[in-house]
């Protein structure tokens, strides 16, 4: 059973700094992997989808790679903002056609 | 704003009350999903929907009951819930199911008393 963890659960940092979400799922046979961001109360937000044949995808400040082979993922934002405060949800899909599975998600707090 | 909207934002039942939480896309998408947030869980899809038909449903009690009339509209009707179903509920949809970007509503917000 295909299970997805996030480390750190939480994490605070001061704005400007460059910092790194981990993602981690113990099934390597994925079809696609996603990075989503909440904020408080609203729904999720896609971020970065990466498929299985990938190694990384860029959006803006954004970067997430994956490493099929040890199960891992990581998001990577630079120069971090107050406005990047959010959870940040990583999510695998195992195959085409079927569920999401999501992690607990890291929730990142940039001080101003 | 997103193209999914969700309404109610916040809904409060009691254990005998009936309810209905019902969802738009204004995206042409043809799948459309419910899915459940809890505290301190992870998100949980419960049902999936593909031009209309239900293709998913993920060991989802009796006590929720999916609707979806056409493919921009989905319903979720509530009968007899426990304080535990409790939870943020959120819509989503997609062009195609699920092997491609999920766009989400807001969630509503459902507190079961």
């Known amino acids: 059973k295909q299970e997805v963890t996030q480390i750190p659960a939480a994490l605070s940092v001061p704005e400007g700094e460059n910092l790194v979400l981990n993602c981690s799922f113990t099934d390597s046979a994925i079809y696609n992997l996603q990075w989503f961001r909440q904020d408080p109360g609203k729904g999720l937000t896609s971020l970065l989808l990466i498929q299985s044949s990938q190694r990384e995808q860029t959006s803006g400040r954004l970067n997430a790679s994956l490493d099929k082979s040890s199960g891992r993922s990581t998001l990577y934002i630079a120069a971090s903002q107050p406005g990047d405060s959010a959870t940040y949800l990583c999510a695998v899909q195992n195959q085409a056609g079927t569920a999401l599975i999501f992690g607990k998600g890291t929730t990142l707090s940039v001080s101003s | 704003e997103t193209g999914v909207t969700q309404t109610p934002r916040h809904l409060v039942m009691g254990m005998t009350n009936k309810k209905s939480l019902k969802c738009e896309q204004h995206?042409?998408?043809?799948?459309m999903y419910w899915y459940k947030q809890s505290a301190k869980k992870p998100l949980e899809l419960m049902f999936v929907?593909?031009?209309?038909?239900?293709?998913e449903n993920n060991s989802v009690p009796s006590r929720f009951s999916p609707e979806c009339p056409n493919s921009s509209h989905l319903f979720l009707h509530l009968h007899t819930l426990q304080p535990e179903d409790s939870a943020l509920y959120l819509c989503a949809s997609s062009q195609d199911p699920l092997a491609d970007t999920q766009y989400f509503g807001p969630g509503t917000r459902l507190t079961v008393l």
């Open positions: 995206l042409g998408h043809n799948a």
């Open positions: 929907y593909n031009f209309k038909e239900q293709t």
